[in-house]
């Protein structure tokens, strides 16, 4: 078969973001911290983009009346298409000398930061590591104990348990594996109680024995029926030990107060904090909503640079080099202002569907989708669904993630809808107050709420439960 190239003209329609469109894709999915970092960024590498000293004060109403006249590429348009940043992008480019005031206008914050003193910037926590160290070169050691100790020390993890073999330890320390077995046993006498074991059974047996409980009731249940224990099988440990129930409840009881994880209160992780993206107050009757701008630049494009255009003191590439930057620097400033708009509509829109929730509790919490916001405000879901990943909103009822109020609902017997979230937290409440030597089963749970108008089936209560945290009725059961 003969092969021949020809040329043939096709028309197709594709989608075509720019990279502007596609920076301010991204600005809408960015935390507020990711947003600073990349102001920041953008302020060292853009000439043309500054920040702004004085905050010009200007109210949302007014930045949404700007968002009804504007003609720049929306970012919730299904449609999206290459667009041409010309001369015409610039012309109105003074309006970014003076700056932006990206918040609602609502309240300006001022006064003195109230920063930590730098004794607190300068503490450090101990970790498990050095206080096990600190203890090995303080006893009486040989040079070759501290040596397997170090390497032994060195491989246990931030819950207390070693996690290598004593012929790895033996290897790395050039010695022996008895000398290996004789520091670790000097090694897990050291505080925390059970720290170096090797497993869950040897911490909890180091723990009962350097209380004394050698050759006790707890050592054996420890040795012999761990896993009926876990299983609260108490009566096949008295019909196995013949001992009486008291003493297996006993023993249990004294077994349940040991640590697990004997490392875990060195833990070095840091408390993360989160600063919510939005606060909402109440101001009589209404919900006021406020965005956090608190650490965001207030930005402008430079006016030496901007100026010094057209003047014909510089030649045709310094020329398009300040154009491509200030066509970046207005775009980033639109993208932002964009960014806020949208968050600032999601939040009203959300108050207005869970107006209940905000008064009453979660009790009140309706079922909500993406759907219903972006038809609310005019929108695409996939855009709602940017603005509400790693947002927070300040409320009234707490610190929340947007996502939260978005949630699936289950029927009642009264024809409405009630919202997983408060069936989540009802069975919450049920097992919290439930007398726990006689847990409620799962079918149980399902008749109180079906009960209580509404319709769930006993595997979603286990799913809820599970969701939840708490065991089965036989795992949360106590004899004591």
């Not at 702004?52 to 200007?58: D, H, L, R, V, Y």
Request: charged share 30%.
């Amino acid at each position: 078969m003969a092969m021949e190239m020809r040329q043939q003209l096709k028309m197709s329609q594709q989608l075509v973001m720019t990279p502007q469109l596609q920076q301010a894709i991204k600005l809408l999915q960015l935390t507020r911290l990711e947003l600073q970092e990349l102001v920041v960024q953008e302020l060292e590498e853009n000439p043309l983009l500054e920040e702004s000293i004085e905050m010009e004060e200007i109210r949302e109403p007014d930045i949404l009346e700007v968002a009804e006249q504007e003609h720049e590429p929306s970012l919730d348009s299904v449609d999206f298409h290459e667009v041409e940043a010309g001369e015409e992008t610039l012309r109105d480019w003074d309006s970014y000398l003076d700056g932006y005031n990206y918040s609602s206008g609502e309240q300006q914050y001022g006064g003195d930061d109230e920063r930590p003193s730098f004794e607190n910037l300068l503490t450090k926590k101990g970790t498990l590591t050095d206080h096990l160290l600190w203890q090995l070169h303080m006893g009486q050691y040989s040079e070759m104990d501290i040596r397997v100790g170090d390497v032994i020390i060195g491989n246990i993890d931030d819950d207390g348990y070693l996690r290598a073999s004593l012929q790895e330890i033996a290897l790395a320390s050039s010695a022996t594996v008895e000398d290996v077995e004789d520091v670790l046993d000097c090694i897990q006498e050291f505080d925390p109680p059970g720290v170096a074991a090797r497993d869950l059974r040897e911490c909890l047996l180091i723990q009962a024995r350097n209380l004394g409980m050698k050759g006790s009731l707890v050592e054996s249940l420890l040795l012999h029926h761990l896993g009926d224990l876990e299983k609260r099988n108490y009566k096949q440990i008295v019909r196995s030990l013949k001992v009486d129930m008291n003493q297996v409840l006993a023993a249990s009881r004294i077994i349940s107060g040991f640590d697990p994880r004997p490392g875990s209160s060195f833990s070095t992780d840091d408390v993360h904090y989160i600063s919510p993206d939005i606060f909402v107050h109440k101001v009589g009757d209404e919900y006021v909503v406020m965005l956090n701008e608190d650490g965001l630049p207030n930005l402008k494009v430079s006016a030496q640079y901007a100026d010094s255009r057209g003047t014909g003191t510089m030649d045709s590439q310094a020329e398009h080099y300040i154009n491509d930057k200030m066509r970046s620097a207005v775009w980033l400033i639109k993208s932002i202002q964009q960014r806020q708009r949208t968050i600032y509509k999601v939040a009203k829109s959300i108050i207005r569907f869970q107006r209940e929730y905000f008064d009453r509790g979660i009790e009140y919490l309706r079922p909500l989708v993406l759907r219903d916001i972006a038809e609310d405000i005019g929108m695409h879901e996939s855009t709602i669904s940017r603005v509400t990943t790693n947002k927070y909103m300040q409320t009234p009822q707490g610190l929340l993630e947007l996502k939260y109020f978005f949630n699936s609902g289950l029927s009642t017997s009264e024809g409405d809808f009630v919202a997983s979230e408060s069936v989540k937290n009802r069975i919450r409440e049920i097992i919290e107050k439930e007398n726990p030597q006689k847990p409620l089963s799962d079918q149980k749970i399902a008749e109180m709420l079906t009960g209580e108008t509404v319709n769930i089936a006993r595997r979603t209560v286990t799913k809820y439960r599970e969701m939840l945290n708490f065991g089965s009725s036989s795992e949360r059961k106590k004899h004591f």
